[in-house]
């Protein structure tokens, strides 16, 4: 069955409600004991929609300022997914208690932009603080949901410092890191410095790295502190290594965050779509070349990344469109041997087999997403029937 986006989005609109308005929900938030930190520690989780309909495990993304950050993350990160330009993922944010002393590697003062040199008496504690995530919140959270083993890293201001500082102290940790607005001044550049070491003959990093800044380097003479990081970036030789930097000097220290999350994660992701042809927008390429790019994605995030069924069954379509009746019928195929419990997969395939005359073969399967359609609810039980039926006086 083909899906309609657009138009039902359009009818939706249209229509009356029709039945009690109902809350819309992003996440739940948690308690987390840390005996590390010892504290209670908040934390926001948010699940990719239709986690509960499914069986699927999804990369991590963590956010430092959870509480700040997590409603236009989790927007982010939906839209892109939806467009085929990101997985799915999972976002975690975890909220402040003491941000300051969590987000920063040293004890430091900090002399602002005004010349006047600022006071933290409890900064130094990011160590701590990665302690309490790789060995504390990474296995609470695969413990209580379907994770896979990749994780991201999104961090602003401070949160920037403390990404730069756990992707040079532990690169294992996160095989992606967004730092948005670093404080690259911190302790005598101490992010740059860190920089200049990490990179010193490094050749083997699988991972990411993607740096934003705003207008706070506005008016400093060159080299600014970024442009002094990218330089060390520039001379990386790590062959797996990829990294990017996002000049946003129309944005200002707060607003930058959105449109970093939105470049960095597609930055983080930049090989996940399929090719298409420039000109109709359309899958280029053949079912073995689909099978190629996700497994080339595969050995690329470290997990099996699984064509999704929505991808697969649209490129059956675009067969069928074009009176590949063979085609539609070998890719829809395989939807199946990917997705077998899901209903829809059926009957794309019952509609294929339809298409080419083989109504025995037809009807079985629409019989098959008639009955999973059944057992999971599916609102569109009522069209399969339909289907199965339509083909059944046929026969």
């Not at 948010?46 to 300022?65: I, N």
């Not at 302690?131 to 609470?140: A, M, R, S, T, V």
């Not at 404080?183 to 990411?208: G, H, I, M």
């Not at 990218?230 to 959105?258: C, N, Y």
């Amino acid at each position: 069955m083909k899906r309609f986006f657009l138009s039902a989005l359009l009818l939706s609109l249209a229509a009356p409600a029709a039945r009690a308005a109902e809350p819309i929900t992003i996440g739940e938030t948690v308690t987390v004991r840390s005996d590390i930190l010892d504290e209670e520690r908040t934390v926001l989780v948010s699940t990719p929609p239709g986690y509960e309909r499914s069986t699927e495990r999804y990369p991590v993304l963590y956010v430092t300022d959870g509480d700040a950050h997590l409603t236009h993350t989790r927007g982010t990160a939906d839209f892109l997914a939806r467009n085929g330009l990101v997985p799915p993922v999972i976002v975690v944010g975890v909220a402040n208690t003491d941000r300051t002393r969590d987000l920063t590697p040293t004890r430091a003062t900090l002399e602002g932009r005004d010349g006047v040199v600022r006071e933290f008496p409890t900064s130094g504690g990011a160590s701590r603080f990665l302690d309490f995530i790789e060995k504390e919140l990474f296995p609470w959270v695969d413990a209580h949901y379907r994770t896979q083993p990749h994780r991201i890293l999104a961090g602003h201001s401070f949160g920037g410092l403390f990404a730069l500082y756990a992707f040079f102290t532990r690169p294992p940790m996160f095989q992606s890191v967004l730092a948005v607005s670093p404080t690259l001044s911190w302790d005598e550049d101490l992010p740059l410095r860190q920089a200049d070491e990490f990179f010193e003959d490094r050749d083997d990093l699988k991972s990411t790295l993607v740096v934003a800044m705003a207008n706070e380097e506005e008016g400093d003479p060159p080299p600014t502190r970024l442009d002094r990081l990218q330089k060390v970036l520039e001379r990386a030789t790590a062959e797996d290594f990829h990294w990017q930097i996002l000049r946003m000097p129309e944005e200002t220290h707060g607003s930058v965050v959105l449109r970093a999350h939105y470049w960095g994660l597609r930055k983080a992701f930049e090989p996940w779509p399929l090719p298409a042809d420039p000109e109709t927008g359309q899958f280029a390429g053949s079912l073995d070349d689909l099978k190629a790019h996700y497994a080339g994605l595969s050995e690329r995030y470290g997990y099996g990344v699984v064509p999704p069924e929505d991808v697969v069954n649209q490129i059956g379509y675009q067969h069928l469109g074009r009176d590949d009746i063979e085609g539609a019928l070998a890719v829809f195929g395989y939807n199946v041997e990917l997705h077998p419990d899901a209903a829809n997969v059926h009957d794309s395939l019952g509609e294929a087999l339809e298409r080419a005359g083989r109504l025995a073969e037809a009807f079985s399967a629409y019989s098959r997403a008639v009955e999973r359609a059944a057992a999971a609810d599916d609102p569109r039980l009522e069209i399969f029937v339909a289907n199965r039926d339509r083909v059944k006086e046929q026969l």
